[in-house]
């Protein structure tokens, strides 16, 4: 099934801001409800990991479902997309992840423009940075090379993980890391720390394709005894 551009980009924008809505509110929800930090995160990162199930499913067969710049990165240098559609997509997807935060302000009856306060920054939440980006385009060229209609569930699953194993909770990124700019709340990264974010991501991203891209290519030789 093939999608015009126009559907394509409305699927990334609504898919960004669905998912930072979904970060952005279930941070506030999770910090109202319980004074206790690893209560708020769980709930934060059970509510990411279910969204992006439902969201891949839905908008995967329309734009791919990136919702995420560094993945259509990945996919431009692969040579799979466009790049003046993959411009695009990042355009509507930093626009959708902003749009996001004020959702889930305006959910919450809290003020609609906000600039975060909270500190992320440091060599290890960039080095986490890095290892969060690389594991999930890992997770999507592996689920897309072997078991494609599993590749939701792949992203789910590996978000919620590494929202406890990185340093940084997985921003893993650039669009949300914006989006969460301007939300003053749980999820929240002051815009002087979301330049390295985005830059960690970008890395992690690169670093995945380049690795990845050798690991799942058999060897010439073992595709023609294969195809015999």
């Known amino acids: 099934m093939s999608f015009d551009p126009a559907r394509r980009l409305a699927a990334e924008a609504l898919g960004t801001l669905a ?86 302000h305006a959910m919450f009856d809290l003020p609609l423009w906000q600039v975060s306060t909270t500190l992320r920054s440091g060599t290890g939440q960039w080095l986490a940075e890095i290892v969060a980006t690389f594991g999930l385009i890992a997770a999507i060229l592996g689920g897309l090379r072997f078991r494609a209609e599993a590749v939701a569930w792949l992203v789910g699953l590996y978000i919620t993980a590494a929202y406890w194993f990185t340093a940084s909770t997985s921003f893993a990124n650039p669009a949300v890391a914006i989006g969460r700019a301007v939300s003053d709340t749980f999820a929240g990264i002051r815009p002087a720390d979301v330049p390295a974010f985005v830059l960690a991501e970008i890395a992690g991203a690169a670093l995945a394709l380049a690795f990845f891209g050798w690991l799942l290519s058999p060897q010439s030789g073992t595709r023609a005894a294969a195809a015999e």
């Open 19 to 104: 998912l930072v809505a979904t970060v952005v509110g279930s941070g506030i929800m999770g910090a109202a409800l319980s004074d206790d930090t690893a209560v708020s995160l769980l709930a934060n990162t059970i509510a990411t990991g279910a969204i992006l199930v439902v969201l891949i499913t839905l908008f995967g067969p329309v734009s791919g479902a990136h919702f995420n710049p560094a993945v259509t990165l990945v996919f431009a240098l692969r040579r799979e997309l466009p790049w003046a559609q993959a411009g695009a997509y990042v355009v509507v997807q930093v626009a959708g992840g902003i749009a996001g935060s004020l959702l889930a």
